[in-house]
């Protein structure tokens, strides 16, 4: 039994779902919420040291970080997601880090500034949402490179580094983060997000979380 700690509005979850929706995986879904502070629980701290979501437990074996999670899921599935091949996991290895370390780090700085600081009383930073932005225009134009000369981040084969810069990407419009002017961006992704492992999750995640911030202030 596959047990996925971790709340719907977090893109590193959604990378998560995404990859056990594709393998076509059952799991329990534990939601654990940090804004509730359920993350800090023992029990939680069990699972996840670092406190932070997702976590999985398959078994009694338990792991923290989407990534790793998604590696292990897709490497004892023995998935096309995560090739054998040396090679093709370095390249798929090198966009997840790209769109985990540089771009997901951006639009997390401008999806917590603009969207969830206000949202739980915090201090909205727009440095930080001056910088994240920043970063990001000179992120996307090298994604849109990659993708209008290949079908997929890492080449011909749909894979990890998909799943992973999809989940990034899905706070953009909440955050108003635009990407309008990156064709190859927005056909990719419109191809996926209509893709059951996708649609399983959210028909759309700006609409999930605006229902999720409704429900909160009781409208
Ligand atoms: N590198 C981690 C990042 C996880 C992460 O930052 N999770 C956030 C939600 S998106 C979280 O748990 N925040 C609560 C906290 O840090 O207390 C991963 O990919 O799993």
């Given at each position: 039994m596959i047990k996925l700690y971790g709340l719907g509005f977090s893109f590193n979850v959604s990378k998560v779902r995404y990859c056990l929706?594709?393998?076509?995986?059952?799991?329990?879904?534990v939601q654990t919420n940090p804004i509730a502070g359920e993350n800090k629980a023992p029990e939680y701290l069990d699972v996840s040291p670092t406190g932070k979501i997702p976590a999985i437990d398959i078994d009694g074996f338990k792991l923290f970080e989407s990534n790793a999670i998604n590696r292990y899921l897709a490497v004892v599935n023995n998935s096309s997601l995560y090739p054998q091949d040396a090679k093709k996991r370095a390249v798929i290895d090198a966009w997840m880090d790209y769109a985990s370390i540089h771009v997901g780090q951006a639009v997390g700085r401008v999806l917590f500034n603009r969207v969830f600081a206000p949202m739980t009383g915090q201090k909205s930073d727009q440095e930080s949402v001056r910088v994240g932005l920043e970063f990001l225009d000179k992120y996307f134009p090298i994604l849109e490179k990659q993708l209008s000369a290949n079908p997929y981040l890492a080449g011909k084969e749909f894979s990890l580094a998909d799943i992973n810069l999809l989940a990034v990407l899905d706070p953009c419009e909440l955050?108003?983060?635009?990407?309008?002017?990156?064709?190859?961006?927005?056909?990719?992704?419109?191809?996926?997000?209509?893709?059951?492992?996708?649609?399983?999750?959210?028909?759309?995640?700006t609409q999930f979380v605006q229902e999720m911030m409704n429900a909160k202030a009781g409208k």
């Open positions: 929706n594709h393998l076509g995986l059952k799991y329990e879904w955050s108003q983060i635009s990407i309008d002017q990156y064709p190859s961006i927005n056909k990719w992704r419109a191809g996926l997000k209509a893709q059951p492992f996708y649609q399983k999750c959210y028909k759309d995640y």
